[in-house]
């Protein structure tokens, strides 16, 4: 079976009318040849300009998402224009470009415009601590059609635009402050006042903690013989510190119950 055989098959099946399915398709080693061609000189093309707008984005300061988000648009849509060029010259731009639009082309447009919408609210910015969509972890990139994710774990996580405009999105580097909170339990009979003086005492030799506002100790609940405390503090330039001042806070309160609690046993 020749190509041209195939590929209408392959049409049928995506969903392309007959008259959308065309009569003769030229597979020859030439048109083939000049495709390839043409596909490097717009390959070439595309990464140069895009070199040149990023000198020239970087020239006049401006903000760098808008340089990224400028220069991708410019990239892949000189590649798209190329492709559609290179479709032309085997008879399929139309075709191509109709079963296309039924398939992404609404996806396309929703992440694009998400993109946009992303870029002009400013939710975040690149090198942001975000949580969303199940995901958290610094924002390495905004993409024209996702955003991208670098978790904690080291993993990388793409999301559609489109998922993030219509999710709840938590910035945890808007502010230079950072709530944090620990949960513990002693016996009942110890004296609370005491108590919330030797753990206020034990936050103040971490580094990291805030003094202003100050760290506060709650009772939440007294059940049979245990004391439920709640310690809130809150921790300076959270995206670098946040997990190291909390290990060192949750240590540090650990060592301070242990004898407390073992010597009311």
Not at 51 to 61: M, P, S
Not at 99 to 104: C, E, K, L, S
Not at 151 to 161: A, E, L
Request: neutral net charge; aromatic residues 8%.
């Amino acid at each position: 079976m020749d190509p041209s055989s195939i590929l209408t098959q392959i049409l049928a099946a995506a969903g392309a009318s007959a008259s959308q399915i065309p009569t003769e398709v030229d597979f020859s080693l030439g048109n083939i040849l000049r495709s390839l061609f043409i596909l490097l000189v717009v390959y070439v093309c595309a990464r140069s300009l895009r070199g040149v707008l990023r000198r020239a984005f970087r020239q006049a300061n401006l903000d760098p998402r808008v340089e990224q988000f400028a220069t991708q648009v410019v990239y892949y849509g000189i590649l798209s224009l190329g492709i559609i060029w290179i479709l032309g010259g085997f008879g399929l731009s139309v075709v191509i470009l109709g079963i296309a639009a039924g398939f992404a082309f609404k996806d396309l447009i929703q992440n694009f415009a998400a993109g946009l919408l992303i870029m002009g609210t400013r939710p975040f910015q690149t090198g942001d601590w975000i949580v969303v969509s199940g995901s958290e972890g610094r924002v390495a990139q905004i993409g024209w059609r996702g955003t991208f994710l670098d978790t904690f774990d080291g993993s990388r996580v793409i999301i559609p635009n489109a998922n993030i405009v219509n999710s709840v999105v938590t910035n945890n580097s808007l502010h230079a402050q950072l709530r944090s909170t620990l949960h513990l339990q002693m016996d009942s009979q110890r004296d609370f006042a005491d108590a919330e003086k030797n753990i206020l005492d034990a936050l103040k030799n971490i580094e990291g903690i805030s003094e202003s506002p100050a760290p506060s100790v709650w009772l939440e609940s007294i059940r049979g013989g245990t004391m439920n405390l709640v310690v809130h503090f809150w921790v300076n330039d959270p995206v670098h510190q946040q997990p190291r001042v909390v290990s060192e806070a949750w240590r540090a309160l650990q060592d301070l119950l242990r004898p407390l609690n073992a010597a009311n046993k």
